[in-house]
Structure formats: structure tokens, C-alpha cells
């Protein structure tokens, strides 16, 4: 019996993902849509500029030692984190248009 094939490349490699601090960033998102509601961050006013302030807050209080944020009491990196992908989908999504690169 010959080998198998399977064609794949040039599709995502998922496999590249470290789990465990996408885990830690849906932890965040799950207590910002009990807080708030379900995707509210998409319908934030001027979004972008209000998530890098917050992502530089978080960095910030993580640089200064302070671990976990004491409102939720998740990784501040874990919050940092989550404002990025937030940043960049808003850029991806920017104009209701997606963009790739």
C-alpha cells in the first residue's frame, strides 16, 4: 500500500498556535461579554484609538509588577492581548471591506 497524500500547502497552520494564551485571551472575552454583551467591543466609538489606550494601560500595569487586572482578575497581558485582535480587526474589517496581508 502506497502513502497517502494530501495537499495542503499554503493553507493556515494551525498547529503553530500556542493554546494555552488563546485560552487565557477567551477567558477575557468571555468576562467582557458577561459584563457588557456578546461582541459589544465591535460597537465601540472610535475603537481603535480606545483599545490601544487600554492595551498600553494593561501593558503597562503588567511592567509595573501588577499581574492580574483586580476587576477581573485575568492576566493584564491576557487583556493587552485581547485588545490587539480587537485593533486588528478593526483594521481587517476597516470600511466593512477585508483586506489580506
Known amino acids: 500500500m502506497s502513502a497517502g497524500r494530501k495537499f495542503d500547502q499554503g493553507k493556515l497552520q494551525w498547529w503553530l498556535l ?3 494564551p488563546v485560552e487565557a485571551i477567551i477567558r477575557v472575552l468571555m468576562f467582557g461579554a458577561k459584563k457588557y454583551a456578546p461582541n459589544n467591543w465591535q460597537k465601540i466609538e472610535n475603537a481603535e484609538e480606545r483599545y490601544f489606550d487600554a492595551a498600553l494601560r494593561h501593558l503597562m500595569a503588567w511592567r509595573q ?33 477585508k483586506t489580506h496581508g
Open 65 to 97: 509588577g501588577e499581574k492580574y487586572d483586580p476587576e477581573s482578575g485575568h492576566s493584564h497581558l491576557a487583556h493587552a492581548g485581547c485588545c490587539i485582535l480587537f485593533m486588528l480587526w478593526f483594521e481587517i474589517h476597516r470600511c466593512g471591506k
Open 18 to 20: 500556542p493554546i494555552t
